[in-house]
DNA sequence: TGTTAGCACTCGACGTTGATGAGTGCTAAC
DNA sequence: GTTAGCACTCATCAACGTCGAGTGCTAACA
C-alpha cells in the first residue's frame, strides 16, 4: 500500500510539529496548526492507518503519534529526491565562518566543524581518512632559542607538521639550510615510509648529524603513523545537553562516550558517494545509537575524500541540517583546491 | 572556642566519609568506620557543637552532617600546615604521561592537561598568561607544493606559529632562504610589536616581494595579538557528568557553560604564589560555582608564570588532587627550563 | 463511500496518603 | 563527661485516586 496524498501531507505534519515540540503530536493539534482540511476523526483514521504501516509509533495508547524511523527515512527521501530536480540550496550564512585567508588544510577543517556545530547546535564531526601515500614536498630545520631546532616537514597534500629536535650545537641557520636543501634534495617526491628507509640507509654511511637524521626519521615515522590513520575532529559535543531526548544523563554519558571513541565515531561517518547522507537509527547499526541520527557530506582534498556531518537524536532538523553540511563542504572542496 | 583534638578527628572523618560516599555522615556509620572511641550519642553532641560553630551543615534534621565549606578550608589549611612541614609530597604516577622527547611548550602543556584530567577524573585546566613582549628568534619561509609557502616564526620563548601566505612564483627554496636569512636578521631580538612597525617601514622602500613582507606583518600582528591575551587550555569538561553533584542537567549545563568562557575561567585560574592553591566555594566569588572549588598550582616558563588547575564540585580529594597538581606543575616548569 | 460527531475507554502525569527507616536531640542514669 | 533510651523529624517510596489528553469505535450524515 502506498501512500495517498493527504496521508502524506499528514505525516509531514506531524514530522514537522514534533521536530520542533519534541512532543507526541495528537489529532486535534494537527487540525488546529496546519490546514488539512479535514476534521480530527478523519486525521485519527489517517493516523491509526500510518501507524499500522510503521510510520508511527504510539508510545501509549493515550498520548499523541511520534514519527518511526521509517517515516523519518521517508520524508528525507523526499527532500532528497526534490532537491535532485532543482539546484541544491545552500546556506548563505556560511559565510560569515569563512574569511579570504589562505589556510592551512588543518585550520580549514576546524573552522568547517566549528560553523557546522555552531550553525546547527548539534555535534559537528569531520574525518580525515588516512593517507599512508602521501610524498614528502620540503624539508627545513629552524634554528630554536636553545640550541635544538625545529624540524618542519610539508607534504604534497599541503600538511604541515613540525617537532623539536636536539643537534649538535655548532650549527647555526645556514648550517640547517644546508642540511635542509639537501634532505629536501634527496626525499622530495617520496613516501613518509620511503622517507625513513633512505634515512636509515643514508645514516649508516654519511657523516651528517645523526641526531638530525634521527630526528627527521622519527617525525616521518610518526607522521607515516598519523597520516596512515583516519584523523577526526569534534566540536560541540555538549551542545546535545539542551536536547530533551538527552535529559536522561545515562543516555547523554554514552553519547558523549562514543564521541570520545574515534573508531565508532569513524564507523559512524562513513561516508557513501552522495552529496549527502543521512542515516537515522538502527540504520547506523550501533546499538547505543539507535534513537540517533548521522547526517553527512563528503568533501574532497587532494585525490582523498573526506567526510563532515553531524550526529544528533533522530529528531532534528533534517532539511536545514543537509543544507548546511552540503554547503560547507563544498566550501571545503574549494578552500582545498586552493591550498594544493 | 577552638576545636580540640577529638572534634577534629570528628570532622576530619566525616569529611572523608562524604568525600568518598557523597552522602551525608551520620553518627552511627562513623563509630562503625572510624576508631573514635565513644559511642554514636558523644558523637552526635559534638557534631551539635561542630554545627553550631559553623563546621557542618544540616540538609534537614534526620539525615546525617554534610561538610561545610569552613570545614573544607580547615581540612586543607591542615593539609598544607602539614606539607609545610616537609618536603612536599610528589605523585609517582605522573611519570608514564611524560617520556623523554623534546617537546614544544604547547605540547607540554598539553601533554599536562591531559595528565591532570585523567589522573583526577576532574577538569583540568590550564592557563598561560599573556606575553606582549615575546622576541622573535628565527623567521623561515617553506615552499608549499602550490607555489606558496609556508611562513614560520619561532620567539625566544619557543612557541611556534606558521601560517601560509601567497609569494610570487619565482621564488624556489634558496630564494624564500636568502628572504628568510634577511628577514631574521632584521628581526632577530625584536618584539612581534616592533617587527610590524619595521616591516611597514621596510616595506616601503624595499623592492622585496611585497606579498611576503605583508604575510610576515600579518602573522606576527596575529601572533602578538595571541600573545598578549591569556591562552586556556582544558581537558576532561564532561568528566563532571559523573559526580551525582551535578545529576541536575541545570548544573552540568551551568558548569561546562563557564569552562567555554575564557574570560570567566581565566578568573578562575587566578594563581596566588603558595606551591598550590585552594578556593572552595564562595571563595571563588561567582555566584554559579558556589559549590565547586579550583585547586591550582603554578609553573614558570621563561620569566611568565602559568598556573595549572582543576575544577571540580566542592566535595573532591584535595589532598591527592593537589599532589598530583604539584607534581606536574614541577614537572612542567623544569621542562620548560630545557626547552629554553 | 468517505467524513464526522459523540462517547466510552486508556493511561501517563501529578498530587495525596501512609508506612518505613535513618538519624537526631533530649533526658536521665552511670 | 559519657552513654542508653526514646520520642520525634523528615526524606523516600509505594499505593491510590483524580485529571485530562488522546484514542478507537460506532452510528449518522453527505
Keep these: 500500500m502506498t501512500l495517498d496524498e493527504r496521508k502524506l501531507r499528514i505525516l509531514s505534519a506531524i514530522i514537522d510539529d514534533y521536530i520542533e515540540t519534541a512532543a507526541p503530536v495528537g489529532s486535534r493539534t494537527i487540525t488546529r496548526r496546519h490546514n488539512i482540511g479535514v476534521s480530527p476523526a478523519t486525521i485519527r483514521n489517517e493516523m491509526s492507518d500510518l501507524t499500522e504501516l510503521g510510520y508511527l509509533d504510539q508510545p501509549h495508547v493515550s498520548a499523541g503519534r511520534v514519527p518511526s524511523s521509517k517515516a523519518y527515512r521517508l520524508y528525507v527521501d523526499r527532500l532528497l529526491s526534490a532537491w535532485s530536480d532543482s539546484e541544491l540550496p545552500v546556506d548563505p550564512s556560511v559565510n560569515e565562518y569563512f574569511d579570504e585567508k589562505a589556510l592551512q588544510m588543518e585550520d580549514i577543517v576546524k573552522t568547517a566543524v566549528q560553523a557546522v556545530s555552531s550553525l546547527t547546535r548539534l555535534t559537528a564531526v569531520a574525518v580525515l581518512p588516512g593517507q599512508p601515500e602521501m610524498r614528502i614536498a ?3 630545520l629552524v634554528p630554536m632559542p636553545n640550541g635544538s631546532a625545529l624540524l618542519v616537514i610539508v607534504t604534497d597534500s599541503g600538511i604541515v607538521r613540525d617537532t623539536v629536535i636536539h643537534v649538535s650545537r655548532r650549527l647555526d641557520m645556514d648550517g640547517l639550510y644546508a642540511i635542509s636543501r639537501t634532505l629536501t634534495e634527496n626525499m622530495a617526491g617520496h613516501t613518509l615510509m620511503e622517507v625513513q628507509a633512505m634515512l636509515d640507509a643514508y645514516a ?23 597520516a596512515s590513520e583516519d584523523s577526526v575532529a569534534v566540536e560541540g559535543a555538549h551542545n546535545i545537553l539542551s536536547y530533551p531526548e538527552f535529559s536522561d544523563l545515562d543516555k547523554a554519558r554514552t553519547f558523549l562516550s562514543t564521541l570520545e571513541a574515534p573508531d565508532r565515531l569513524i564507523s559512524l561517518m562513513r561516508d557513501n558517494d552522495q552529496p549527502v547522507s543521512v542515516r537515522i537509527g538502527t540504520e547506523l547499526g550501533i546499538p547505543d545509537m539507535a534513537d540517533c541520527s548521522v547526517v553527512n557530506a563528503g568533501f574532497s582534498y587532494g585525490g582523498c575524500c573526506g567526510t563532515l556531518g553531524v550526529i544528533g537524536p533522530m529528531r532534528m532538523p533534517y532539511g536545514q541540517v543537509m543544507r548546511t553540511l552540503y554547503t560547507i563542504s563544498q566550501r571545503m572542496t574549494n578552500l582545498f583546491a586552493e591550498v594544493r
Tied chains: 1, 2.
Design 138 to 140: 620540503t624539508l627545513q
Design 204 to 226: 649508516a654511511r654519511s657523516s651528517a648529524d645523526q641526531r638530525v637524521l634521527m630526528g627527521v626519521r622519527d617525525l616521518a615515522a610518526q607522521m607515516a603513523r598519523q
